[in-house]
C-alpha cells in the first residue's frame, strides 16, 4: 500500500499517538508546561518521523482530521494535570490557514473543558508570509479566546523581529540550531542573546529548544532565557509516563 494510503488510516488504525516533551523553567527547573508532538507508529513501516508525514498530511488534505485529533487528544490529557501547567501544540500553516480553525478551538475548549489560558498554540515564521491582516486577525481571534501564541523556530524562516511587535505573539522558541552551537560559536550565542534581550524587552516569554547539555542549560540561562526545552531536561513521551504528572495522571 502507498504511503498515502496507509496515513489515510493511521488514525482510525489506532497507530497515532501524542507524545509530551517538558518546557522548563531555567532558574527552578520547574515543569511550566508541556509540548505535544504527534507520532506515528506504523506496523510495517515503523515509527514514521513527523517531518516526512507532517507535509504529506498537508498536501492531501488530512492535516486537518489529524491536527484536530492532536489538539483534542493534548486538551483531554491535559485537562487532567495540574491546574497550572501548560499545554503547546504545534498548528501547521494549512490549518492556521483554515476558516474552521476558530470554531474548531473553541469546540475542543469547550468539550474538554480546559482553561483556555493554558493552551498554546505554536505557528511557525511561514503563517507571517500570508496575507498580514488575515494573519493578524486570526492571531487576534485566538487571543480573544484567552489562548497563548508562541512562535516556533524562531530564527529559521523569514521573519524579522518586526514582526514580533505586529503580532500579539506570548512566547519566542529559540530554535535549535541556534542552541547547538551556543557553546561554540560567538556568531549562535550572540543571536540568542539578542532574541532573548528582544523577548524580554517586548514582554514575551522566551525558550530555548533543543538543549542537550549541561553547558548550553548554563549558557542559555546566562543570557536571561527563561525556560528551556530539549533531551536534556526530559525526551518527548506519552501522557501516562510522564514523571512529573504520574501520581496525579494515574
Ligand atoms: O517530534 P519531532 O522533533 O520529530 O517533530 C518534527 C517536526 O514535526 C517539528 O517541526 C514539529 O513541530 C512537527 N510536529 C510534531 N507534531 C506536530 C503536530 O501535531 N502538528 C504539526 N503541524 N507539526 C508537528
Ligand atoms: O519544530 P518543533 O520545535 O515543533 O520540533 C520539536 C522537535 O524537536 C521534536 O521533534 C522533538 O522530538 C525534537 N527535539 C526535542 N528536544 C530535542 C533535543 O534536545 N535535540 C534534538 N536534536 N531534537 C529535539
Ligand atoms: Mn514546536
Ligand atoms: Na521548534
Known amino acids: 500500500k502507498s504511503f498515502e494510503a496507509d496515513l489515510k488510516q493511521a488514525l482510525r488504525n489506532g497507530e497515532l499517538e501524542v507524545f509530551y516533551q517538558p518546557q522548563v523553567n531555567t532558574i527552578t527547573r520547574e515543569i511550566c508546561g508541556y509540548e505535544a508532538l504527534l507520532r506515528w507508529f506504523h506496523p510495517v513501516r ?7 508525514f507532517i507535509p504529506v498530511a498537508e498536501n492531501i488534505g488530512l492535516i486537518h482530521e489529524l491536527g484536530e485529533w492532536v489538539l483534542r487528544t493534548a486538551c483531554l490529557e491535559a485537562a487532567r494535570w495540574p491546574r497550572s501547567l501548560k499545554v503547546a501544540v504545534n498548528l501547521s500553516p494549512v490549518q492556521f490557514r483554515s476558516r474552521n480553525l476558530i470554531q474548531s478551538v473553541v469546540t475542543i475548549l469547550t468539550q474538554s473543558g480546559l482553561d483556555p489560558n493554558r ?16 494573519t493578524l486577525d486570526t492571531l487576534t481571534q485566538l487571543k480573544a479566546i484567552g489562548i497563548q501564541i508562541a512562535m516556533d523556530d524562531f530564527g529559521t524562516g523569514y521573519s524579522s523581529l518586526g514582526s514580533l511587535r ?39 516569554t522566551t525558550i530555548a529548544e533543543g538543549i542537550e547539555t549541561e553547558e548550553q542549560f548554563a549558557c542559555v540561562k546566562q543570557v536571561g532565557c527563561e525556560q528551556v526545552q530539549g533531551y536534556l531536561l526530559g525526551m518527548p513521551a506519552p501522557a501516562s509516563r510522564l514523571e ?6 494515574n
Open 46 to 52: 515503523g515509527q514514521v518521523p513527523p517531518l516526512e
Open 244 to 249: 512529573h504528572l504520574r501520581q496525579v495522571v
Open 166 to 204: 505586529s503580532f500579539p505573539f506570548d512566547k519566542i522558541k529559540i530554535d535549535r540550531s541556534f542552541i547547538r552551537d551556543v557553546t561554540t560559536r560567538a556568531d549562535a550565542f550572540a543571536i540568542v542573546e539578542l532574541v532573548t534581550g528582544v523577548g524580554r524587552s517586548l514582554g514575551m
Open 119 to 134: 493552551l498554546e498554540l505554536e505557528i511557525t515564521e511561514s503563517v507571517l508570509l500570508d496575507k498580514n491582516e488575515q
